[in-house]
């Protein structure tokens, strides 16, 4: 996370239409999504750097890192890929207290598994704590193991799979199938929340080329995984229609984001606001996805629940 110093840039709020959504039962946890008029960030011209924004300049490495990666049958990791340090699950009893694991193999990246840490602690507060760990993070000669022991219809080759990148878990229940069980349906209403979204919905087979699985999870970061939940997209969705619409607006839990897509063959200077915090994360194919939040953010108005 990159953070700068900034003024805010109220000018964003001008011709966007509205569009709200307030979960069910859930005053605190709210979305807006402010949509604005189709546009590729290669078109305009950067506006000249002012005491509101500040220039950044984005290289076409920031194309092949980041937690929004496209990977799957068609984008494989890219090879400029950061491959994450992971930890043993077994060697992190402070996180995963009451939470089983299926063997001393599985890994995940630190920072992630804080983040699943939340979420199930989340969820023990509501009486759902049966989970299971299976799956983490896979080099590739693990993921060349599984799919030589699987075959096509249950693993992906080497380099192909969410699991070589570190940001997907397999998530099971001791008690029964996560289709049914308490902890997959807790998942599938809340992981959003905490910005993981179920990957691979039954829905979406012809879009994401794999077949429905509830155990299978992502993590995205926020805001994406609520604007993703709310408009009921996938990975690939979500990414088209980001570079479709050029920018678009979110406000989740009250903070207010900006979320831009930039092509890096545009090769210009990208206009952000000041004050606030920024990231970047490639979207491995071809563009760059810019969400930026906090005291420059211009923030959005509740319309009221869709």
Do not use: C
């Amino acid at each position: 996370m990159k953070k700068l110093l900034f003024a805010a840039a109220i000018a964003l709020m001008l011709g966007y239409g509205w569009n709200a959504l307030k979960p069910a039962g859930s005053d605190e946890n709210k979305i807006v999504v402010v949509e604005g008029e189709s546009a590729r960030w290669e078109e305009p011209e950067p506006e000249p750097e002012s005491a509101e924004t500040a220039m950044l300049d984005i290289g076409p490495d920031e194309a092949h890192q980041g937690d929004l990666l496209l990977v799957n049958s068609r984008h494989p990791v890219p090879k400029g890929a950061k491959l994450p340090d992971v930890v043993n699950l077994f060697e992190r009893p402070d996180l995963m207290e009451g939470i089983g694991v299926l063997d001393n193999s599985v890994e995940l990246p630190p920072d992630l598994l804080r983040k699943l840490a939340a979420m199930i602690d989340e969820a023990r507060a509501d009486g759902v704590d049966q989970f299971l760990i299976t799956s983490g993070y896979r080099d590739e000669e693990k993921q060349a193991e599984l799919y030589e022991k699987m075959g096509a219809d249950y693993a992906n080759p080497p380099g192909y799979s969410e699991h070589n990148l570190g940001l997907s878990l397999d998530v099971g229940s001791s008690l029964g199938l996560m289709k049914d069980a308490p902890e997959g349906k807790w998942l599938e209403q809340n992981a959003w929340k905490h910005g993981f979204v179920l990957r691979y919905p039954e829905d979406k087979t012809e879009i994401t080329g794999v077949k429905h699985e509830p155990w299978h999870f992502r993590y995205v970061g926020l805001p994406h995984s609520a604007i993703m939940q709310k408009r009921g997209m996938v990975l690939e969705e979500y990414l088209d229609y980001l570079k479709e619409q050029g920018r678009i607006q979110a406000e989740v839990n009250g903070t207010a984001y900006t979320v831009s897509y930039y092509s890096v063959k545009a090769r210009k200077p990208f206009s952000i606001p000041i004050e606030g915090s920024y990231e970047l994360s490639g979207d491995n194919m071809g563009g760059v996805i810019v969400t930026t939040w906090g005291a420059g953010s211009p923030g959005a108005k509740e319309a009221g629940p869709s």
